[in-house]
């Protein structure tokens, strides 16, 4: 079984641009949940996607947007993109019951803004 | 807002050495609680899982931990460490019926041969 897949692994963009990263998430799981890992704030939630409804939304400003597909592929865009928003992007999957279940994670998206 | 403390930063231990790594969490309601590790160079893994039942969970290559409801407590533990273990771990906590992850800081480890 496929794990989780994200594109591109790595990208380099300048300020003020904009950027969209991709995850495949495990065949059969419908939901997508996205989340930036920096050295200085950790691991934290952006949002999440389930049946391409956003379900749950972390603390980042309305530049970070998502969406998810009818094939549960997801996207995540930042737009007018900062220096503070270099950082590594990590997608993970899960079945999306609603009763906690395990999110298995995708190998990241290190995004560095010059 | 749900947080998750993780008391050690960096924990240096030589191979065949006993492991306690701390993690507390903030949150009154019902919890799933999660340690994850990150090898060098590899994507984050699922090394155990609470959901509910025995409060001494069994994960992967030996490590288990430990739910403490009364001290809101989810302790990491493993009896003999091996250079394999070598790893960042990270404690999380989810809000059970929500998909959102609350991860702890991380516990960088390192064990010498």
């Known amino acids: 079984k496929a794990g989780v897949t994200q594109t591109p692994r790595y990208l380099i963009k300048t300020r003020g641009q904009q950027v969209t990263l991709s995850c495949s998430p495990i065949?059969?799981?419908?939901?997508v949940s996205w989340y930036q890992q920096t050295p200085g704030q950790g691991l934290q939630f952006l949002f999440e996607y389930f049946s391409e409804t956003q379900r749950n939304k972390g603390n980042f400003p309305g530049r970070f947007s998502g969406r998810q597909f009818s094939n549960s592929r997801s996207e995540m865009n930042v737009s007018t993109l900062e220096l503070g928003d270099s950082a590594l992007y990590l997608c993970?999957?899960?079945?999306?019951?609603?009763?906690?279940?395990?999110?298995?994670f995708g190998p990241g998206t290190r995004l560095t803004v010059l | 807002a749900q947080s998750v403390s993780q008391h050690n930063h960096h924990v240096i231990l030589s191979e065949a050495a006993s492991l306690e790594l701390g993690c507390n969490y903030s949150y009154g309601g019902t919890v799933n609680l999660f340690w994850y590790v990150q090898y060098p160079g590899q994507h984050l893994q699922l090394l155990l899982k609470y959901f509910s039942g025995d409060p001494l969970v069994k994960g992967i290559k030996g490590f288990e931990a430990e739910f403490i409801k009364s001290k809101f407590s989810f302790n990491l533990r493993k009896p003999s460490v091996q250079w394999s273990d070598t790893a960042e771990y990270f404690c999380a906590v989810m809000n059970t019926g929500f998909q959102k992850l609350v991860f702890g800081t991380g516990t960088r480890l390192l064990v010498s041969p």
């Open positions: 993970a999957s899960s079945m999306g019951t609603g009763s906690g279940d395990e999110q298995f």
């Open positions: 065949s059969g799981h419908r939901s």
